[in-house]
């Protein structure tokens, strides 16, 4: 019978099903970072590999070796955005992109757009951590000014150099992906086009309804 079937197979899936428990939960819970997860899904995973004999002990060093280059190529990707980041800030490109912006119109909506504009392509070529840090104090003055809720830009700015992080040029996450799947970026950027438009109506939307940003947090009394 199927039933009986799919209960096999969901209580196989089970232990693979639990490390998004194991993740979430130690974060949540304060046993470890963000960071340190990575490292905690990674042993989990290591060890499901072995148990469910999908991966062999004489097959580890390849696997090490392969997740070696792909970080060392990710790693360097970074590196030079953190350099980048530096150089940016300091020949002070943000703020005079920021007072170019307020220069050119006092229109909210059109200085919203033009910060959205200005973070896509940011977030194309900068990893985020160095590009939250550098924009969020050039920005949040303006849009703070212009009537926007903080939490509101902090989401709209999250969304924006998330898309970044999976367009190219560098894009690092779908180099990641790429890596993975053993497929050139070339190849995969076509049929991601609808998906892009897809992510930039959301951004559209989450910019210009601050509802939809907003409502969860004031449902816990922001």
């Not at 200005?118 to 951590?129: E, N």
């Amino acid at each position: 019978p199927a039933a009986p079937s799919a209960a096999r197979v969901v209580l196989r899936a089970l232990p693979s099903l639990l490390l998004l428990v194991v993740v979430i939960g130690g974060i949540v819970g304060g046993v470890f970072t963000a960071t340190e997860a990575a490292g905690v899904a990674v042993l989990y995973a290591l060890v499901l590999g072995l148990a469910y004999r999908r991966l062999r002990l004489c097959e580890l060093p390849a696997v090490l070796r392969d997740a070696a280059a792909t970080t060392g190529v990710v790693m360097a990707l970074i590196a030079s955005s953190l350099a980048m980041s530096w150089i940016l800030a300091y020949a002070g490109v943000p703020q005079t992109v920021s007072a170019a912006l307020l220069g050119l119109t006092d229109d909210r909506l059109l200085i919203l757009l033009l910060i959205n504009l200005v973070l896509l392509l940011a977030g194309t070529v900068m990893d985020m951590t160095p590009a939250v840090l550098i924009f969020t104090p050039i920005f949040l003055p303006v849009v703070v000014a212009l009537g926007m809720d903080p939490v509101h830009f902090g989401i709209v700015l999250v969304l924006n150099l998330c898309i970044g992080l999976c367009t190219p040029p560098v894009g690092s996450v779908l180099f990641v992906g790429c890596g993975v799947a053993g497929i050139p970026i070339a190849r995969l950027v076509r049929p991601l086009i609808p998906l892009y438009l897809a992510m930039l109506a959301v951004l559209l939307a989450v910019t210009l309804v601050p509802a939809l940003s907003l409502w969860l947090p004031r449902l816990w009394g922001y």
